[in-house]
């Protein structure tokens, strides 16, 4: 469609045959050299496109770890205000008199609502510790007193609490702080 007309003077020339020969392994050799860059170019740019879908896949997982994270710490922190909570009721219940109607219907109010926050504690899997006749154990024992070992306790052996230890799972929530026979 777009050819190019010879003039007079190029019919001679385009229509001899040894000039065409001789163009051929010059236009062969140059289109194998393009075809080799091309090629360089394409593998290139493969592993361009691998490394940058490792990279995506590589912070999607590191996104989804830290929203994880965020997620446990603040479940953490809001159970560590929910125990706060509860080691005031049972402050407040260890000190109810309860001589009176009035002072034994608060101080059943108070236990009802004691009840009702450990429940949901433990619907949310966090369970308090068994501590008391219990050898301590640092990874989930705070010792904060030392008592002189009785016919009852062995040294070694947590005879109170001072504050009780929860777990959420199988993790230390918060360890209990706790007596312990010397």
Same mark, same amino acid.
């Given at each position: 469609?777009?050819?190019?007309?010879?003039?007079?003077?190029?019919?001679?020339?385009?229509?001899?045959?040894?000039?065409?020969? %001789?163009?051929?392994?010059? @236009?062969?050799?140059?289109?194998?050299?393009?075809?080799?860059?091309?090629?360089?170019?394409?593998?290139?740019?493969?592993?361009?496109?691998?490394?940058?879908?490792?990279?995506?896949?590589?912070?999607?997982?590191?996104?989804?770890?830290?929203?994880?994270?965020?997620?446990?710490?603040?479940?953490?922190?809001?159970?560590?205000?929910?125990?706060?909570?509860?080691?005031?009721?049972?402050?407040?219940?260890?000190?109810?008199?309860? *001589?009176?109607?009035?002072?034994? %219907?608060?101080?059943?109010?108070?236990?009802?609502?004691?009840?009702?926050?450990?429940?949901?504690?433990?619907?949310?899997?966090?369970?308090?510790?068994?501590?008391?006749?219990?050898?301590?154990?640092?990874?989930?024992?705070?010792?904060?007193?030392?008592?002189?070992? *009785?016919? @009852?306790?062995?040294?070694? @052996?947590?005879?109170?609490?001072?504050?009780?230890?929860?777990?959420?799972?199988?993790?230390?929530?918060?360890?209990?702080?706790?007596?312990?026979?010397?």
């Amino acid at each position: 469609m777009n050819e190019r007309r010879p003039t007079n003077g190029e019919v001679g020339a385009a229509a001899d045959p040894q000039e065409s020969t %001789a163009d051929a392994p010059q @236009t062969i050799e140059s289109l194998q050299a393009d075809l080799a860059r091309l090629k360089s170019e394409v593998d290139r740019n493969w592993q361009q496109f691998l490394r940058a879908a490792a990279d995506l896949e590589n912070y999607r997982k590191q996104a989804v770890r830290q929203r994880e994270e965020a997620v446990a710490s603040t479940r953490r922190s809001m159970l560590m205000v929910v125990l706060g909570v509860l080691d005031t009721l049972e402050r407040a219940i260890a000190h109810t008199g309860g *001589s009176t109607n009035e002072g034994q %219907a608060i101080a059943d109010g108070i236990r009802l609502a004691h009840r009702q926050v450990l429940d949901r504690l433990v619907a949310l899997g966090v369970r308090p510790m068994e501590t008391i006749g219990r050898p301590f154990d640092p990874r989930v024992h705070e010792a904060v007193d030392a008592v002189p070992v *009785s016919e @009852t306790a062995q040294a070694g @052996t947590v005879v109170g609490e001072v504050q009780r230890g929860y777990f959420a799972g199988d993790e230390v929530l918060r360890p209990a702080r706790v007596r312990v026979a010397q």
